[in-house]
């Protein structure tokens, strides 16, 4: 692979983190951004910088401090998110904020910054979740914000398709991350309570095809193939990465 220039944003942690490190051990020139101070385990490869994705000023200036770091950016990947599950009539204010503005709004501003920049053939691939394809019970709030996402990238890809931009997001089933644990540990999330690793266990063998759930690594490559050559063909697609668990 060339040395393309790839902008990952919430890449320190989980799915982001994985995505970051393929494209680095690919060869490409890797950013990467997070509300939290860096990780001391982060590669020194991968520049890091804070910004709270909700905040449109704050992805332009990481998107700027991108290109002169590395003079170009050609992929730029959306990860940061928020699961949060909670009963509709339980829904407040501050979960609105946390959820729905880091999907919808911190996927949005993201783009919007990446836009004019990204070098044709650039690409952007959101990550975004199986919840934006199917609704479920107390979920609403991130549904909503994924189903987002989707209309986001279908639309990207119809308007920025003409500068040969291509835009793709990847929709991943439960994906074993300490954000999803922590998740799944609240009582009114499916696990009920319970132990989280039986209900992962219990979800895949009911549920998907192959009998396990995709790893963050699994998403990754999904990711990279959709930025890569491969897929110059492809654009405004919602990929599933979940095993069979809604075949389509």
Request: proline share 5%.
């Amino acid at each position: 692979m060339d040395r393309r220039v790839v902008a990952v944003t919430g890449g320190t942690r989980g799915i982001g983190r994985a995505v970051a490190e393929l494209f680095l051990r690919q060869g490409a020139a890797v950013a990467v951004c997070s509300r939290s101070p860096r990780e001391p385990s982060l590669p020194q490869e991968i520049l890091h910088h804070r910004v709270d994705v909700r905040r449109r000023d704050d992805l332009k200036t990481f998107l700027a401090a991108v290109q002169q770091a590395f003079g170009a950016l050609d992929v730029l990947v959306t990860c940061a998110g928020v699961s949060r599950w909670r009963a509709v009539e339980a829904i407040d204010e501050a979960m609105v904020e946390e959820v729905i503005q880091t999907s919808v709004l911190g996927t949005l501003w993201a783009c919007a910054a990446a836009a004019p920049v990204l070098a044709a053939p650039g690409c952007i691939v959101n990550v975004s979740s199986l919840a934006g394809k199917r609704g479920s019970a107390q979920n609403s709030a991130y549904c909503a914000a994924k189903f987002a996402v989707n209309g986001i990238t279908q639309a990207l890809a119809k308007e920025l398709g003409p500068r040969g931009i291509r835009v793709n997001a990847v929709c991943p089933v439960y994906v074993e991350t300490e954000q999803l644990h922590v998740a799944l540990a609240e009582s009114v999330s499916p696990a009920g309570g319970g132990p989280v690793g039986a209900y992962l266990a219990s979800f895949a063998a009911q549920h998907t095809a192959l009998g396990r759930l995709p790893s963050a690594q699994d998403v990754a490559e999904a990711v990279a193939f959709l930025a890569s050559p491969a897929a110059a063909a492809i654009t405004g697609q919602c990929l599933n990465v979940d095993c069979g668990t809604l075949p389509q």
